[in-house]
């Protein structure tokens, strides 16, 4: 009977034995674990590695855009215009123009210039031009009226013609839409000139005829011109013309002394419509 319980105590202790060492045996399993982490981290580490030695690669293939910007916004751009082409030259070209249209701030007299212009453009900006504006002209309804009541005209001479050179500058050129359907070119240009001025001094018929005179003057233009053709543009002028004039009065009563008022400065500003044409 002893033996037999000898027996069964070897037998439990050696059983608690070889599960303690099984249970020794499995949480030494984790060990390879920690080392598959690390090798892992190691893998993952290298192509990480090797990732961002790729993306560097493709990082230096990516634009610079300071590179970019000093390129493009350097001082060597000066040497570019704003609009390089165009569509219709007039660089050493001739033209003519024939324009039509009222005389605006006269005080006493209505009507209507013509001007006839021959000019020569040296560049797209520069040119010459003579011009010669000849008004059509008449008494206003103010002047009818205080005729009508009292025999007489104002004291103040009538504009006849003017005629100048001129030098033109050209500064605006562009480009616009029309309907969507088109493109119009148009440019600006400003003319400072020199003329001389023909004039008629009013007089009464019952003491004399009135009397033609001249004066030296300076003019400001202001010209726009809309290009639908290599030879026609549409033009549209803003004349202002500057002198200094002699005045008479209408009527003295025996005493031609009299008559003389002294010179004052007279401006005569015309707006005309016309047309242009380039050989």
């Given at each position: 009977m002893k033996s037999l319980l000898w027996t069964v105590a070897v037998c439990f202790v050696s059983i608690l034995t070889s599960s303690a060492f099984a249970q020794q045996g499995g949480s030494k399993s984790p060990a390879p674990e920690r080392?598959?982490?690390?090798?892992?981290?190691?893998?993952?580490?290298?192509?990480?590695?090797?990732?961002?030695?790729?993306?560097?690669?493709?990082?230096?293939?990516?634009?610079?855009?300071?590179?970019?910007?000093?390129?493009?916004?350097?001082?060597?751009?000066?040497?570019?215009?704003?609009?390089?082409?165009?569509?219709?030259?007039?660089?050493?070209?001739?033209?003519?123009?024939?324009?039509?249209?009222?005389?605006?701030?006269?005080?006493?007299?209505?009507?209507?210039?013509?001007?006839?212009?021959?000019?020569?453009?040296?560049?797209?900006?520069?040119?010459?031009?003579?011009?010669?504006?000849?008004?059509?002209?008449?008494?206003?309804?103010?002047?009818?009226?205080?005729?009508?009541?009292?025999?007489?005209?104002?004291?103040?001479?009538?504009?006849?013609s003017y005629r100048s050179l001129n030098f033109l500058i050209v500064p605006f050129y562009a480009k616009m839409s029309f309907w969507n359907r088109s493109i119009i070119y148009f440019d600006m240009q400003f003319g400072f000139g020199v003329g001389q001025e023909t004039y008629t001094q009013l007089i009464d018929p019952l003491e004399g005829s009135n009397r033609s005179k001249t004066a030296s003057g300076f003019n400001f233009d202001i010209s726009q011109q809309l290009f639908f053709h290599n030879n026609w543009a549409v033009r549209f002028d803003i004349k202002n013309k500057f002198s200094t004039q002699e005045r008479l009065k209408y009527r003295v009563s025996g005493d031609e002394t009299k008559r003389n008022l002294g010179s004052f400065s007279a401006q005569d500003t015309s707006i005309l419509l016309g047309a242009t044409f380039f050989f």
């Open positions: 080392g598959s982490d690390k090798s892992a981290e190691r893998s993952s580490d290298k192509s990480s590695e090797r990732g961002s030695d790729k993306s560097a690669e493709r990082g230096s293939d990516k634009l610079d855009l300071r590179k970019l910007e000093e390129k493009y916004w350097s001082a060597k751009d000066t040497d570019f215009t704003v609009v390089q082409n165009r569509t219709y030259t007039k660089e050493k070209r001739f033209y003519i123009s024939l324009a039509y249209g009222p005389l605006m701030n006269d005080p006493y007299f209505t009507g209507r210039n013509t001007a006839f212009s021959l000019g020569y453009y040296f560049s797209e900006r520069m040119g010459l031009e003579f011009n010669n504006e000849s008004g059509n002209l008449k008494d206003n309804d103010s002047v009818v009226y205080f005729n009508q009541f009292n025999g007489l005209f104002p004291d103040t001479n009538k504009f006849v």
